[in-house]
């Protein structure tokens, strides 16, 4: 199929409504593309792709990953299912309280000061581990249930081998982003961008930089909506059927002290279709206090983050705004 991009032409949708209207750098025509890396190659070999990606950009794409095809669809149709399904087998869910974990938001989730919203909609659910986390899902469709559990178990295992990798790759212990930095909830985030009359004049969600650790993102093969910023230009993610885009969060700067880091990255609307993403956040303990290892700050390379318990971080976060500047402010010694 195709790939669809964001067009300004006109559309039978109608005007964008003044609430979601903001001044947009458009994305670079630039021809950089994020790496793709094949899992299944030799050890060295992956171990060095995905190191330099996650120094030059942290953000790339994986294949060969282990994850059943059948999985990756089955949890991309579950949550188109639930966004269609009637407001009143929705209703209960919805909240824009940031404490309550298992929630449906819009597009108040990212509302700026000047009080522009965004055009998405969010089931935002805690899914690890499974066993406890379960009976707390949506009933609603009734295939939902069964796709996040056949989906948050690979997503989970595919995140800890990367991170074993970038140990081997950078000098710590192979198991040092085991226990209380990945011992959190994993949060699923099921995004759903409508389609928009002009993608030009508003966003799906804003530039930021993910809180947790490392981010596994399955988006369609056939639609983009992905940007990320990458040396003061936005540049589209290119959807690969049967890839995921991984990307690493603050906590993952911060642990390695500024080695990996964290991007911006933000999602446009389209114009024809509209686009259902699902992310698996991999997070700390709210009690794990998180800061620069000791093994990377050495002589010439000083702590460029304090230490913080990572519920704190999560505070200073919903202050500060997402932005990567602002958090990073706040955080440095």
């Not at 996040?148 to 790759?169: H, Q, Y």
């Not at 995004?191 to 490392?214: F, K, S, V």
């Not at 909506?225 to 890839?243: E, F």
């Amino acid at each position: 199929m195709k790939k669809l991009r964001s067009s300004a032409a006109s559309s039978s949708q109608g005007a964008v409504p003044e609430r979601f209207l903001m001044r947009l750098t458009a994305a670079s025509p630039t021809l950089v593309s994020l790496p793709v890396i094949d899992l299944s190659g030799g050890r060295d070999e992956v171990r060095r792709a995905v190191l330099h990606a996650g120094k030059e950009l942290g953000f790339f794409q994986v294949i060969n990953h282990g994850m059943p095809e059948r999985t990756m669809r089955e949890m991309e149709m579950a949550c188109s299912d639930f966004f269609r399904l009637p407001t009143t087998d929705k209703a209960t869910l919805y909240s824009e309280d940031s404490e309550q974990t298992n929630r449906l938001l819009s597009s108040t989730m990212y509302r700026s000061a000047a009080s522009e919203s965004y055009a998405c909609h969010c089931l935002h659910l805690a899914c690890h581990p499974v066993e406890r986390t379960k009976p707390s899902w949506p009933e609603k469709p009734v295939r939902l249930r069964p796709a996040l559990e056949d989906f948050i178990i690979p997503a989970r295992s595919i995140a800890m081998e990367l991170l074993r990798l970038l140990c081997e790759g950078i000098g710590l212990q192979p198991d040092y982003f085991e226990g209380g930095l990945t011992g959190g909830d994993v949060i699923i985030n099921a995004n759903r961008y409508p389609p928009c009359a002009d993608p030009n004049l508003t966003l799906g969600l804003p530039p930021h930089c993910d809180w947790n650790l490392i981010t596994v993102l399955l988006q369609p093969g056939y639609v983009c909506g992905l940007q990320v910023l990458y040396n003061g230009d936005w540049i589209d993610v290119d959807p690969i059927p049967g890839a995921l885009v991984i990307n690493f969060g603050h906590q993952l700067e911060i642990a390695t002290n500024g080695v990996l880091r964290s991007i911006e990255h933000r999602t446009v609307p389209n114009i024809v279709v509209g686009r259902t993403t699902v992310a698996a956040l991999i997070m700390p303990t709210m009690d794990c206090v998180v800061g620069p290892a000791k093994e990377l700050v050495v002589e010439g390379r000083s702590a460029r983050y304090r230490r913080v318990a990572f519920r704190d971080f999560m505070h200073i976060y919903n202050t500060v705004g997402a932005c990567k500047e602002s958090v990073e402010e706040a955080l440095k010694i």
